[in-house]
Each structure stands twice: as structure tokens, then as C-alpha cells.
T-cell receptor
């Protein structure tokens, strides 16, 4: 089955530690995205990538970093510079340039910083 | 860029009640419009979409009509079930042809037996 996987589902880290969230897709999509969701709030775009080896900052990129070395993978690192990293993180992908722009989402990773 | 304004929740309904969640958009041209649903602890799933004006998207008993006269894309269901309890997001592309989507703030629906 094609889809997007995120791991782990729950992640706990101590304050001051960097942590990397995994996102893998087998949909052969060119574009991938990372969103942050806080309780009772909508989605905010952190980073997106439209092609391998290229990515752009979203609305709240400070304190985060990404890489796109492979089409299938778009890991997100939450660095110690992120002031309030506890949140639900969602990865998504889409066909680049598609007329209908539909995005497909993974199940999410809930990060808690202790 | 394009944007949507979504009805604030939370919304609480009894089972078999009629549901409407309002969504209005501001856009250049006529971009595709989407409704996504998020069940507790999960990612978002596409619920339905409409790709041009006057189109009606439908899925799982939910419907939404792309109305250019009122710039609206309201989500409706005639008879909700407990299993419909979730957060619903309206969305559209940031710009014509863009892959990036603008999501509404979400509306939490709780259906009680």
C-alpha cells in the first residue's frame, strides 16, 4: 500500500537536545511538507521541499532544519534553538505541479520535551 | 495570497442531527477547494474536494458545493454519527497553481449518542 509513514508516533526528549523526526513516502511524490499543530489550533507550515536537494522555509522555520537527500525521505530536526518544541508534527506530500494540489498526510509524531 | 475563514467551534450535536460547518474563501481566480478531516490522534485525511465553481464534492455522506457567488464552501451532512466526531479543516492553494495549501483553523465536532 502506498502512503506516508512517520516515526515514532510518540517522542520524548529532554530540553536542550536535538531530535529528528522521520518521514517516508512511497507515493513517488516530488513535494513534501512539514507542519506543526498545537492543541486547538490549525496547521502551520515549517518547511517544504518541491524537489530533491532543495527546500524552502515556511512560516515558522526558526529552530528547525530539514534535508531532502532522497525523494522518499524528508526528515525534520527540532533543534535546541526551538523555544517551545512540544507539539504534534505532521508530514505531507503531493504531486508537484498537480492541478488539484491535494496533499497526503502521515499519521503524525507527538513530540514532548521534558 | 488566497485564504479561508472557517467557522469556529467547537460544535456539539446529537446523533442524526444535521451538520453545517461554514467556510468562506478569498482567492484570485477559482482554485480547488478542500475539506480535510482529522480523527483524534491521527493525521489529516482528504474528505472531499471541488475543482471548479459550482462543483459539488461528496464523500461518506458529507457534501460541499463550490459557490462563487457567495465565495463559500460549506460542509454539510444530513445525519451525523458518533464516528464523525473529529476536527474538520477547510483548505485551498495559497496561489493559483501552487502546491502549498492554506488551512483554516479547524472546527471540532463532537457527536453525542
Amino acid at each position: 500500500d502506498g502512503g506516508i509513514t512517520q516515526s515514532p508516533k510518540y517522542l520524548f526528549r529532554k530540553e536542550g537536545q536535538n531530535v529528528t523526526l522521520s518521514c517516508e513516502q512511497n507515493l513517488n511524490h516530488d513535494a513534501m511538507y512539514w507542519y506543526r499543530q498545537d492543541p486547538g489550533q490549525g496547521l502551520r507550515l515549517i518547511y517544504y521541499s518541491q524537489i530533491v536537494n532543495d527546500f524552502q522555509k515556511g512560516d515558522i522555520a526558526e529552530g528547525y532544519s530539514v534535508s531532502r537527500e532522497k525523494k522518499e525521505s524528508f526528515p525534520l530536526t527540532v533543534t535546541s534553538a526551538q523555544k517551545n518544541p512540544t507539539a504534534f508534527y505532521l508530514c505531507a506530500s503531493s504531486i508537484q505541479g498537480a492541478q488539484y494540489n491535494e496533499q497526503f498526510f502521515g499519521p503524525g509524531t507527538r513530540l514532548t520535551v521534558l | 495570497g488566497n485564504s479561508v475563514t472557517q467557522m469556529e467551534g467547537p460544535v456539539t450535536l446529537s446523533e442524526e442531527a444535521f451538520l453545517t460547518i461554514n467556510c468562506t474563501y478569498t482567492a484570485t481566480g477559482y482554485p480547488s477547494l478542500f475539506w480535510y478531516v482529522q480523527y483524534p490522534g491521527e493525521g489529516l485525511q482528504l474528505l472531499l474536494k471541488a475543482t471548479k465553481a459550482d462543483d459539488k464534492g461528496s464523500n461518506k455522506g458529507f457534501e460541499a458545493t463550490y459557490r462563487k457567488e457567495t465565495t463559500s464552501f460549506h460542509l454539510e451532512k444530513g445525519s451525523v454519527q458518533v464516528s464523525d466526531s473529529a476536527v474538520y479543516f477547510c483548505a485551498l492553494p495559497l496561489r493559483t497553481g501552487a502546491n502549498n495549501l492554506f488551512f483554516g483553523t479547524g472546527t471540532r465536532l463532537t457527536v453525542i449518542p
